[in-house]
């Protein structure tokens, strides 16, 4: 089977299994956003870089470790389970001991309920690892995608009890968004048994951990230094701006990230396992790439201009128009989507040649550039501003992570292609020049259905222009 026929199954079963979580995630949010308030789900949205910030410090890069890692013993297995149970306990007594003074800076009052919740999420976030990594290994997007789907379907149903019936009020809401690794873990868990790797047990042989982890020790450092240049906004936002205005700019940076869900994360997890068997031939990897980056790029620039130009219309069809105050920070932010979209599919290359050092040099600097940002944007006491940096930060960190990639894995490189690429990203960055122009608002979602759907349908064309043309020069 050729690397290209390969490629494409896995990246097939990996968007199906995606999609049908995205579109339950969509209609959940739809119907969650029109209950709680801005302010509501701004609280929420530091809440959740809380944890994950503890998933970070407890998972990552072990599960592309897994993957890499071809003779893992039984024996090795229950022992890596078990050193996750013992890192799960360890992080959540390092959280009862500070989450108060993390809950006062951030000047969020205090609730034991929450607390609570995040308990359950680091722990059960540690021991979900193992489980998930033995299904990624054998290519089972599905069930994966299966067991989040069950767990996001479980959930709100849960949530919906406890407003509607129980009159929980914002409570039910953290219930719905903390407490998703514990369901998760019970599908994976049960999942795992048709693994090759199988089902994982208590073990002794704890040392086994460290095995992994000089694979992903790099890992594990571009992953902490990308947290932080990923959401020290939100939390910053909250202290200095505020619960409800933090609670728009989530909402606008979870919109323009839903064409990177529905593509590149959909389609990433499946570049590390198929592209690992290529290692020793990086042209092969690289014609691959390219392929998808493309194509991504085109994808891009379609979402970009949808969102830009119709950003209060569908903030509307989406969320309410109690919402409306999140439409200039959605149009800022949009139109980095083609750059972030093939920007983000470069670390399976990095981990499908073992090359996690190099990840790692570029998260470094992807993290000074971002807080960098990130700070002077707070500085200004501006939250467009603050957009406006990181859409330029992220520019100059797709040019240092090509760089790298030319440097360490793909010898042989391919400039013309690159550039043309890099333009193509950069497309949607002149939609900046029209920005004075102020969104109407429409007054129906019927309206706006017809504007979205206008507005599609023009970006449409104006996308598979650029589509025939990179496919004319490049196959």
Known sequence: MSASHELNSAIIRSITGKYALYVIQLLSLIILSRVFTPEEFGVLAAFQVIALFFQVVATSGIAPAVVFHENLTKEKRDGIFSASILIGISLV????????????????????????????????????????????????????????????????LLCFFLYFYC????????????????????????????????RPGIGVKITAFSELFQFAKFQVLFNFLNFFSRNLDTLLVTKYFGTAVVGFYDKSYQLMRYPLQLFTFAITPALQPVL???????????????????????VGIFASNVLYWGASDILLIMFGDQWFGATDIL???????????????TGGIYQAFGDTKSLFFCGVFSSFINVSAIIFGVMLDDVLWLCYLLISAFILNFIQCFWQMRKSVFTDFQLVKFLFLLVLCLIPYTNLLFFTISSVFSESVIESLFDVSLISLVSLVFSMIFFFLSKRLFG
């Open 276 to 298: 690992t068997k290529y290692k020793n031939e990086p042209g092969v990897v690289q014609e691959e790439f390219y392929h998808i980056a493309f194509k991504l790029a085109i």
């Open 331 to 345: 149009r800022v932010l949009a139109v980095s989507i083609p750059l972030q979209m093939v920007l983000s599919s």
């Open 93 to 156: 007594i390092v959280f009862l001991v500070s989450y108060e003074a993390l809950f006062i800076w951030l000047g969020i009052t205090e609730s034991l309920i929450l607390a609570v919740f995040l308990l359950i999420n680091i722990f059960f976030a540690c021991i979900s690892m193992l489980p998930m990594a033995a299904l990624q290994k054998d290519a089972m997007f599905i069930k994966i995608s299966t067991a989040e789907v069950v767990a996001e379907l479980v959930l709100l």
């Open 167 to 198: 009159k929980f009020g914002f409570e039910a809401l953290a219930v719905k968004i903390l407490l998703t690794p514990l369901f998760r873990f019970i599908c994976y868990y049960y999942f795992s048994k048709d693994t090759q790797l199988g």
